[in-house]
């Protein structure tokens, strides 16, 4: 069992900034990538910023220079800190995790309940 549990969200006007963080627990081996994926009303989901255990970071084009992702000491946790927010933001965002529940095992990407952003104009 793995879960991963976002905090974080919230309404904010354009041009403020939020911290979103989430963090994994269960039994399992490791965690390999972490990333944040948001979905916006009518629209199918969408890759924001992930993170490998190296610290190899990947963003949208909409939100590079805008969005920082990091990782904890740990590797079993990520935030997302979201600066120069607009209103195009706003959506439920989902923490995501591939892990590995056994040594040698294959890699399984596991969901967050998601949390909602408001970027209000």
């Known amino acids: 069992q793995v879960q991963l549990v976002e905090s974080g969200g919230g309404l904010v006007q354009a041009g403020g900034s939020l911290r979103l963080s989430c963090a994994a627990s269960?039994?399992?081996?490791?965690?390999?990538?972490m990333g944040w994926y948001r979905q916006a009303p009518g629209k199918q989901r969408e890759l924001v910023a992930t993170i490998t255990s190296a610290g190899v970071t990947n963003y949208a084009d909409s939100v590079k220079g805008r969005f920082t992702i990091s990782r904890g000491n740990a590797k079993h946790t990520v935030s997302l800190q979201m600066n120069s927010l607009e209103p195009e933001d706003t959506a439920v965002y989902y923490c995501?995790?591939?892990?590995?529940?056994?040594?040698?095992?294959?890699?399984?990407?596991?969901w967050g309940q998601g949390t909602q952003v408001t970027v209000s104009s």
């Open positions: 269960g039994s399992f081996f490791s965690i390999n990538s």
């Open positions: 995501s995790a591939d892990v590995r529940i056994r040594p040698g095992g294959v890699l399984f990407q596991y």
